[in-house]
């Protein structure tokens, strides 16, 4: 409270507007972006604030620390331990985390990004006879989430590439979709870690 606001002022005046998307889910009560634009473009302006405050070099390090201490090896070396009592299922685990995915390289950015944005997603490329044999990076930029768009079965949960010139749709096998669940104005995306500095 560096202009001591709490001491000198009418805190009725002083009353917290609203988040980020909130903006999005109640447009006409919000002056924060411009109505016109539709919901995926609201989150590019979002994502863009990100990419500037990420010059900032305090919340570059913040972002580097979550990454960071989330990949922390245990005591064996290992960023990821598969515990199970069925050999085979610990093979398989073994195989699509180390060997496919490549966790011990991968998780540091991967966690990094979703930290940034709230959200991260791979495309899952998976063959019938053998599983998942690759995963490919997606930008948060990108892809859009779609829930409740199917009548016939509401619970279906659909991914599209948000710039539009792809009219190919994933389903949800397809997509490894992470996101920080931490509050529910931001659904069905992920909160940024930084969306309080925003």
Request: hydrophobic content about 35%.
């Amino acid at each position: 409270d560096t202009e001591h606001i709490q001491s000198f002022s009418d805190l009725t005046t002083n009353i917290e507007k609203g988040r980020t998307y909130n903006y999005i889910h109640t447009p006409n009560q919000r002056i924060g972006f411009d109505q016109s634009l539709n919901y995926p473009q609201q989150r590019i302006l979002i994502f863009n604030d990100y990419e500037l405050m990420e010059m900032d070099p305090i919340i570059a390090s913040a972002l580097d620390i979550y990454a960071d201490e989330s990949t922390v090896r245990n005591e064996y070396g290992d960023v990821l331990s598969i515990k199970s009592e069925n050999q085979k299922v610990k093979s398989v685990l073994e195989n699509l985390f180390f060997d496919v995915l490549n966790i011990e390289f991968n998780i540091w950015s991967w966690i990094r990004n979703m930290v940034k944005y709230g959200d991260y997603f791979l495309k899952l490329e998976i063959s019938e006879k053998y599983g998942i044999i690759n995963a490919i990076p997606i930008s948060a930029y990108e892809m859009i989430r779609e829930e409740g768009t199917d009548k016939k079965n509401p619970n279906r949960v659909t991914f599209r590439y948000a710039n539009g010139a792809s009219k190919e749709s994933f389903e949800l096998y397809e997509i490894a979709h992470f996101r920080m669940l931490s509050d529910t104005n931001f659904l069905p995306y992920g909160k940024s870690i930084i969306e309080p500095a925003r």
